[in-house]
């Protein structure tokens, strides 16, 4: 694939789910950002000039305004990562963005909210994966797929993740973001917050994926997630890179 040579088909869904009143999960594509109550499957195609970039955020704080942490953060993104360059330019970002977050959470009825963040960025001769949080990043090979994100969770006596977060954006304290370098070549990635991956067994979640079908996967994912109970906002992206 050349330097810059890459197609992107972005599926993408947020949803309100099942148990909520309202959607504190956001999804970020290039400059479309979107958080819908109710989801519809919307599929975009792009042949971009990096840098671009994909995200998901999942904000915290119930009625204390995770919606508004979630909005808040992708926006701060979306302005940004046009000066995106290297690993370094996505730390500081994130950094500046967590700085953000935490102002808006200084007001009186909004303290104590946050957001995970997890994305990809399109740099013309690679991409890199990064995330704050609990939302992830799974690359699918040959129908299998890899957490490419590190869950910043407390995890139970059996090693799954639970739903306390060890940082996110909007905290005090400096954040200390994961990133990671990958090569641009031909794959697929979902993007997701936890009220997918937290909803979907691995073993559904690898049968959801082994099909060929793209858009499947998303039917795939909306309808087991609702089928499980979809007790909290759920969020993906499912990311398909091809040759120009």
Excluded: K
């Excluded at 909520?20 to 819908?36: F, H, P, T």
């Excluded at 330019?89 to 950094?95: H, K, T």
């Excluded at 006596?157 to 990133?179: E, K, M, W, Y």
Aim: some cysteine; charged content about 20%.
């Amino acid at each position: 694939m050349g330097p810059s040579g890459a197609r992107f088909t972005v599926r993408a869904f947020t949803d309100v789910g099942l148990r909520r009143r309202r959607n504190e999960d956001a999804a970020l594509v290039g400059g479309w950002l979107c958080q819908a109550q109710e989801g519809s499957l919307v599929t975009m195609d792009f042949t971009p000039s990096p840098p671009f970039v994909c995200a998901v955020a999942d904000g915290m704080g119930g009625h204390a305004g995770g919606d508004i942490a979630s909005r808040v953060a992708l926006s701060a993104i979306s302005v940004d990562y046009r000066q995106w360059r290297s690993e370094a330019d996505v730390s500081r970002a994130l950094g500046e963005v967590n700085e953000q977050v935490r102002a808006v959470g200084e007001e009186a009825d909004l303290r104590g909210l946050g957001t995970t963040v997890a994305g990809l960025c399109f740099l013309g001769d690679g991409l890199l994966a990064f995330n704050v949080g609990d939302s992830r990043i799974y690359g699918i090979a040959d129908g299998v797929p890899t957490q490419l994100s590190v869950d910043d969770s407390v995890f139970d006596t059996n090693g799954r993740p639970t739903n306390v977060i060890t940082q996110s954006l909007g905290q005090p304290a400096p954040i200390r973001p994961h990133v990671l370098e990958l090569p641009l070549r031909e794959g697929t990635y979902l993007l997701c917050s936890d009220g997918v991956s937290g909803l979907m067994s691995d073993e559904e979640l690898r049968a959801t994926v082994a099909s060929a079908d793209r858009a499947e996967w998303g039917r795939r994912i909306v309808d087991t997630v609702r089928a499980n109970g979809a007790d909290d906002n759920f969020t993906f992206l499912i990311v398909d890179v091809a040759a120009h």
